[in-house]
């Protein structure tokens, strides 16, 4: 594993900045990968991790940078669930363990610093110093992941009976003695002009 500031240089090059969240989401994704007892999720350990994350905020990118977990490999799942929270799978075990960030940080974070004017460089430089506990609440989980969640699984491609577009990973629907797409089964996140 690399050191915390070798990930957060990364973190910062793939964010487009530095901030409290990149530091967080460092230390988050660190303390994942060390529970696990992956330390080398780039190398010899990259198709042993599956990353759950709970929300899309500057955090998430660090998460990815530090775990090598991308969208494209399917390594990366997204739960829109609005929290600073992320879940990490060893898909070599089945361990996994959720780590969420302490709602206490950001009060901790000013006591620390009341120095500190500003907001975000305030808790940069408390997230550096706090301990684990302070920072982050962890739990030892159980995930299920069936055979499509995995990176690399292949399997048939169907076709949409309504809309004609190929879906893939069984993310069809079936309705009605139909094969259907999400969107034409009515999960639609759009609205046709
Ligand atoms: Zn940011
Ligand atoms: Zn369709």
């Not at 799978?89 to 089945?94: F, M, P, Q, R």
């Amino acid at each position: 594993m690399k050191s915390f500031d070798e990930y957060l240089r990364d973190a910062e090059q793939a964010h487009g900045h530095l901030c409290a969240g990149q530091v967080l989401g460092v230390r988050l994704a660190m303390l994942g990968l060390q529970k696990l007892g992956i330390d080398d999720p780039h190398g010899k350990d990259r198709k042993r991790l599956v990353t759950f994350v709970e929300i899309d905020r500057c955090a998430t990118d660090a998460v990815a940078v530090v775990t090598g977990c991308r969208l494209g490999k399917r390594a990366l799942k997204f739960r829109d669930w609005g929290k600073m929270a992320a879940t990490f799978v060893d898909v070599s075990t089945g361990k996994a363990i959720r780590i969420a960030a302490k709602e206490s940080s950001k009060a901790l974070a000013r006591q620390l610093h009341p120095e500190i004017e500003s907001k975000n460089q305030q808790q940069m430089l408390a997230y550096r110093e706090m301990s684990d506990d302070d920072l982050f609440a962890s739990q030892w989980v159980r995930v299920e992941l069936p055979p499509e969640e995995f990176p690399g699984y292949k399997g048939e491609r169907i076709v949409c009976e309504q809309c004609g577009e190929g879906i893939n990973f069984r993310r069809e629907v079936r309705k009605g003695g139909r094969v259907l797409c999400q969107a034409c089964s009515g999960a639609r996140y759009y609205e046709p002009l």
